[in-house]
């Protein structure tokens, strides 16, 4: 007889008086009855009783003798849910598995049930990690939903957008956009495209687009949702405030941080709106959100406001020792610290130490980073004693909970010797680093963070006691910065890895200080830091793809694809780095083999990838390989920017300190010079101030130089600024006059063979137009030129400092040189005024090969002013360029309107994306319109070039008027017809104009090979 659920119900409450009477009520049940009491009772909450009943079910009928299989197919699922309540997987495994198993020999079973029993199995496989199998099974139960759809509308869209995140967490971003498709398609037809299921629907699509790297794409779905929520959605829907945060997300992920504050204060303006609200703790969720956006940006004093609006929250919702308060109270320490407030910092860690320890047991890893935290804050305010407290109680923590093998207590190991040091114990400080030092790189391996970490300390400790060990350890840190800078570095977008090479700077600078503090300098120590250097100063350049596939205009779906997987690998990289060997063996992931994946793929998205010049940056070779390539008597001038290290106060400073390497012969020993450049160099150019920039740069290197021979230089920082062939020569002469001057990006990079070219075709572009363009929207192909608002790059104040005038809009250079090369039969294409586009240059060079590509247009170079937050450090790779058709016009307004195809703001980024790998030459002569401009903004164009597969490049290092350019230009270009060879057809040009004239016509010319 089959009872109804409103009659079972009271008949269950009934009985549940006595536990006796309801076995015996279950015993003398039918199977049905068993199984609807079961799920009555789940229903209702009265889990404690019904696990014994579902037991008792399963047990008689599996002991039957002719055992019912949809019966034991249910009993089993109920025996799997039972489980799985309880967060027992192991037990619940193989009862959802035996439930599957009967299901599938049951054709006619109930279909919901076995649904069921799919949708729990792939809930078990994700805790468990198996995101594949819980795919298949979610797959499974979306197939049987979809013989009727209409029986259960929002299960088989909830079963769709579940698939849709597990997918993504298992990198299967093909069949989570199937999915998300499918969610959208039913959440339209169903419910409508107002509708909360609609938006959730949309909103997967975004999360789909976004895991395949089409961040463009996804962001315009993700803030659509948003959009959409906030017309369509009741003011006081809930849900308005989870796409609002989905909407931050990517915002945060596009560097869009204007926006970004904007919908925090919208989601706050909600709440104010709705203050019912306010009792729920999303709110005081939200107040912590945006405490860590703007701990984020840097503003710890709005970072500390929200933190401490939502801890007194808390703390008037929560119990003191429920673990969001804990986190919270951690959170305003956090803030507090940072911004040396120590005091009030400690304050609100020993309160969170104290809750969490009635909250855990004693010493559990919460109290360990806690303590850690505390001992951080001692060590900062040279409290050691007290950091050494905390440092031995986290240590004793991380033994008992992991052991003596595991990676937290050898970490442990590190911090305690650090501290030991400080309080000058050095024999415990060498005991305890030392034995760090031996697990770390059981554990993990050189090539590991950790290990480099301890390498630099023990460096230090030993600088005065042992200085062979100290270099021994010195060099171990070097290693790990050579590959580095190879492997993991260009992963990251230009402003992360500004800050990683801080660190690397400063142990730079202790290495060079070290050395230069030894009567005699080890040639082992030299070469090791000048190979460091080949590397690193090198490895800021790389394109920032990272960065830069965020901003592509309509790329296409190939490019997409590629991006997708770049991100992918380019993740595994970097998460495979923090791994243990243990871990990396577990998860198949071998760095040296996924390097070599991602190079592969980023030849194929970037032109700048398969130039000899980036493929250079990204094989190591060591000085003493670029050595043994150079001519016998070629002279080699390394440039390296570094901090300057006071031992003394043990501090840092960027004071216009730089390293010079001078290998004076391919045999020669190299030696390491220090140059120190005052203001009064740094701040004069040096047409103005020769005699300062002699004394200061030259004097120190020019007695370590032979009498002839080829000079070659690898500037860095300012000294891209110097003009090498107007300083003098050790006879009273110029350089130019003694020796052969060659200028590389960097020392890997030295052209081998000659400068040699046909020069068969040529392409010239000037006499800007600065105001319009004629660049046809139905023209622009998708391609990698990029959109970028002028206010996302510098301020208006900024970028009022440097105006695009008409002051180059004569045509008479190109003209004049395009009817040169034309009389040479030459194949001469001319642009001028509106055509100067950076679109239909791109167009240009996409269709054709150039041999020689000649631009008078000049650079926008925007000096590094993170500091002050003027230029925006998410924007770096941006803020120098070449101003084209139409720049005025954008340059002048903070953003860009819809209908602007081409900005006219032809940036280093986007220069990177130019087809130039047929190109011998590119000449830049209107390049330095802005004196005021550091030298690192002349190199990354410099390197944009270069990158994007041009052999050669000429810009100029100070303005040179229109009738003076010609005059060098026509002789060079007569010279290169004449030699067809670029670099002595400039050294011909200089060394004829220098019998005629001073050196501003003819020594700001910089030939760049």
């Keep these: 007889m089959t009872i109804s659920q409103k009659s079972l119900l009271i008949f269950l409450l009934f009985l549940i008086t006595s536990v006796s009477c309801l076995s015996q009520s279950f015993e003398e049940a039918t199977w049905q009855q068993k199984d609807s009491m079961i799920a009555t009772l789940y229903q209702g909450g009265a889990i404690n009783v019904i696990g014994g009943l579902i037991g008792e079910a399963y047990k008689a009928e599996k002991e039957a003798e002719q055992p019912d299989k949809e019966a034991l197919a249910a009993f089993s699922l109920w025996q799997g849910i039972r489980y799985f309540t309880e967060q027992n997987i192991i037990e619940a495994e193989p009862f959802f598995e035996e439930a599957l198993t009967h299901f599938s020999e049951l054709p006619n079973a109930d279909p919901t049930r076995h649904r069921d ?23 499974g139960a979306l197939k049987m939903m979809e013989q009727d759809v209409s029986a259960h509308p929002g299960i088989y869209l909830a079963t769709l957008l579940q698939a849709v995140d597990v997918s993504i967490q298992a990198g299967e971003n093909d069949k989570a956009l199937v999915f998300s498709r499918k969610a959208l398609s039913h959440a339209q037809e169903n419910y409508g495209n107002q509708s909360d299921e609609y938006l959730q629907a949309l909103q997967s699509v975004g999360k789909t687009y976004l895991a395949q790297g089409e961040t463009k794409r996804a962001s315009n779905l993700i803030l659509q949702a948003y959009e959409l929520a906030k017309n369509y959605l009741p003011t006081d829907h809930p849900n308005r405030i989870y796409y609002g945060n989905n909407a931050v997300t990517v915002l945060r992920r596009l560097g869009r941080y204007n926006s970004a504050e904007k919908t925090y204060k919208e989601m706050l303006q909600f709440f104010e709106e709705n203050a019912s609200f306010k009792n729920d703790n999303l709110y005081p969720a939200l107040l912590d959100d945006i405490g860590l956006f703007y701990e984020e940006q840097g503003d710890l004093a709005n970072a500390y406001d929200y933190y401490d609006r939502a801890n007194v929250l808390f703390a008037l919702r929560l119990e003191r020792n429920d673990p969001t308060y804990i986190k919270s109270q951690i959170n305003v320490g956090n803030a507090l610290r940072k911004q040396n407030k120590f005091t009030e910092a400690e304050s609100y860690y020993l309160d969170a130490l104290q809750n969490i320890r009635s909250v855990y047991n004693e010493n559990s ?50 911090n305690v010797g650090k501290t030991h040091a400080k309080l ?54 070097v290693e790990f910065i050579l590959k ?25 600078a202790r290495f060079s200080a070290f050395i230069l503090s030894q009567q005699d300098q080890s040639e082992t120590a030299v070469l090791s830091l000048q190979n460091a250097f080949l590397n690193y100063k090198q490895a800021i350049q790389m394109p920032d793809l990272a960065a830069l596939a965020t901003e592509f205009v309509v790329p296409k779906t190939e490019l997409r694809k590629q991006y997708g997987q770049w991100q992918t690998i380019r993740q595994q990289i970097i998460d495979a780095q923090a791994l243990t060997i243990a871990q990396r063996k577990e998860r198949e992931l071998d760095i040296d083999l996924l390097s070599t994946q991602i190079y592969n793929i980023q030849e194929k998205m970037l032109p ?8 250079s940056l990204t094989q190591f070779k060591s000085m003493n390989e670029i050595k043994i390539s150079l001519d016998a008597e070629d002279i080699v001038i390394d440039f390296n920017e570094i901090l300057f290290y006071d031992a003394e106060n043990n501090s840092y400073s960027n004071n216009g300190t730089y390293l010079a390497f001078v290998t004076a012969s391919r045999l020669g020993q190299t030696k390491m010079v220090r140059l120190q450049l005052n203001k009064n160099v740094r701040g004069t150019s040096q047409l103005e101030n020769q005699s300062s920039y002699v004394s200061q740069i030259w004097q120190p290197l020019s007695s370590l130089l032979p009498d002839k021979g080829r000079i070659i230089f690898s500037p860095d920082g300012f000294m891209h600024k110097i003009s090498f062939y107007m300083l003098p020569s050790p006879n009273g002469k110029m350089l130019v006059d003694q020796y052969d001057i060659l200028i590389v990006p960097n020392l890997k990079s030295i052209p081998s063979g000659n400068t040699s070219t046909s020069l068969s075709n040529a392409l010239l572009m000037g006499a800007t137009d600065y105001y319009e363009n004629n660049t046809d929207s139905s023209a622009l192909q998708p391609s990698y030129l990029l959109k970028i608002n002028p206010g996302e790059i510098a301020t208006m104040e900024v970028r009022s400092s440097q105006q695009f005038t008409q002051t180059i809009n004569s045509p008479l250079e190109i003209n004049t040189l395009s009817t040169q090369l034309e009389k040479k039969k030459k194949s001469v294409e001319m642009l001028i005024g509106k055509d100067v586009s950076k679109n239909n240059l791109h167009q240009m060079l996409q269709a054709k090969s150039y041999q020689l590509v000649h631009l008078t247009t000049p650079a926008f170079i925007l000096n590094n002013l993170d500091s002050t937050r003027t230029v925006l450090p998410s924007t770096q790779s941006n803020h120098t360029g070449l101003a084209m058709a139409g720049a005025h016009s954008s340059w002048t307004n903070d953003t860009l309107s819809t209908d602007v195809v081409d900005d006219g703001l032809l940036t280093a ?3 990177q994306s130019l087809a130039l790998s047929q190109t011998d030459l590119i000449v830049c002569p209107a390049i330095a319109g802005n004196l005021s401009a550091d030298g690192e903004g002349l190199s990354i164009l410099k390197h944009a070039f270069l990158q994007a597969g041009a052999k050669n490049i000429i810009i100029t290092l100070w303005p040179i008027s229109e009738k003076d350019r010609l005059s060098f230009l026509q002789l060079f270009y007569k010279n290169l017809l004449k030699l067809s060879d670029i670099e002595q057809a400039f050294r011909r040009t200089q060394l004829k104009l220098k019998k005629k004239y001073d050196v501003r016509y003819w020594a700001g010319y910089q030939l760049i090979s």
């Excluded at 050691?384 to 093998?405: C, M």
């Excluded at 005991?431 to 790189?441: F, V, W």
């Excluded at 190879?486 to 142990?507: C, E, G, S, W």
């Design 608 to 615: 700048a990838f398969s130039s000899e010049i980036c493929r």
């Design 484 to 508: 580095y800078c190879r492997t993991i570095l260009p992963l990251y977008p230009r402003a992360d890895r500004a800050v990683i090479m801080q660190d690397f700077d400063q142990l730079l």
């Design 424 to 477: 000058g114990n050095k024999g415990e400080a060498r005991e305890y680093q030392e034995t760090a030092n031996t697990k770390i790189r059981q554990l993990y391996g050189d090539f590991n963070s950790r290990a480099y970490d301890v390498s630099k300390s023990l460096a230090e400790l030993y600088q005065e006691e042992d200085p062979g060990l100290a270099l021994t350890y010195y060099n171990q840190a």
């Design 117 to 139: 029993a799919l949708l729990n199995m792939a809930d078990l496989q994700v805790q468990k990690g198996e995101v594949s199998k819980s795919i298949e099974m979610l797959d």
């Design 909 to 911: 980024s986007e220069i």
């Design 365 to 414: 890893w919460s109290e360990a980073i806690l303590r850690d935290n505390l001992a951080d804050i001692y060590f900062e305010t040279e409290q050691y004693q007290k950091s050494l407290e905390q440092r031995e109680i986290f240590r004793s923590i991380a033994e008992l909970v992991w052991g003596p093998n595991h990676e937290e207590f050898a970490l442990a190991l590190f």
